[in-house]
Each structure stands twice: as structure tokens, then as C-alpha cells.
């Protein structure tokens, strides 16, 4: 028997509706809370952090994102609706000219998108903003 592409998507679809394809799930608010407590050893206050990203991607598979922070020995990045919210970590020495990075990320959907610091006197900051992801410069 040959399977035709329809019947691939069929089976697919009744898989799945078994349970026994696990579509990828998203980030939930509390994994996100969970991951920035456990870097900042609690709630970090909000300021003291630049979070540069588009207000609009219009592709989430390369999202630029800057992020810097006067002073900070560490910037973790989180994208709250990923499956893995961490997206990664830059640790910075005296030898750092500036506490700064950028990047670019994969955003699986629209979402906020968090940056935490630690601070060379032992606070933490934090800065969080929404980045709207369209498929092919629609919808959001």
C-alpha cells in the first residue's frame, strides 16, 4: 500500500488526538518565575536593565535582541513561551569592556521576553517586553 500525503496527515492528526504524539507544550508563568528566582536567588526589581527587541518579528526563528546592564557580572535571557525558556546566559568579568551582549533567538509564538542581571554589589534587576511574532507579516 502506498500512503499518499493526505493519509500521512490523517494518521498524524488521529495520533495526536491519541496522545500519542506529544506536540511540543509552551512555557508556563510559573517555570519562567521558577528559572528566574533560582538565577536571582529571589524576585529581582524591575529597572536597571536595557532590553533592546522588536515590538513586531516578523520571523521567530531570528529574533535580534540586545541586552546590557552598567555594573553586571551576569545577564540570563528567558522567552516565556518557549518550550525551554531559557534561551541563554552572558557572564561578564572586570577584564569586559561593557556589561552588554546581543544575539538573536527562536520565539515560538508571541511572548514576553525577560532579561535578568546580577549586579557586581549582589542585587538583581530585571526587564521584560513583549515581542509580537507574525508568520510572514500577518496576524500576531
Known amino acids: 500500500m502506498q500512503m499518499t500525503r493526505r493519509d500521512l496527515f490523517a494518521l498524524a492528526a488521529g495520533l495526536a488526538a491519541a496522545g500519542l504524539i506529544r506536540m ?5 508563568e510559573a517555570k519562567v518565575e521558577a528559572a528566574i528566582k533560582e538565577f536571582a536567588g529571589g524576585m529581582p526589581e524591575t529597572g536597571g536593565v536595557e532590553l533592546g ?9 531570528t529574533v535580534p535582541i540586545e541586552v546590557a546592564a552598567a555594573g553586571a557580572t ?3 535571557i528567558l522567552a516565556a513561551g518557549n518550550p525551554n525558556p531559557g534561551v541563554g546566559t552572558f557572564h561578564f568579568t572586570a577584564m569586559s569592556a561593557e556589561s552588554r551582549a546581543s544575539t538573536r533567538i527562536r520565539l515560538a509564538q508571541t511572548q514576553d521576553v ?5 549586579m557586581a554589589d549582589g542585587s538583581t534587576k530585571m526587564a521584560r517586553r513583549e515581542v509580537k511574532v507574525t508568520i510572514g507579516g500577518c496576524g500576531g
Not at 53 to 61: C, D, H, K, M, R
Open 24 to 28: 511540543p507544550a509552551h512555557a508556563d
Open 53 to 61: 527587541a522588536p515590538e513586531i518579528a516578523e520571523n521567530g526563528n
Open 74 to 76: 551576569s545577564i540570563m
Open 114 to 118: 525577560v532579561a535578568v542581571a546580577k
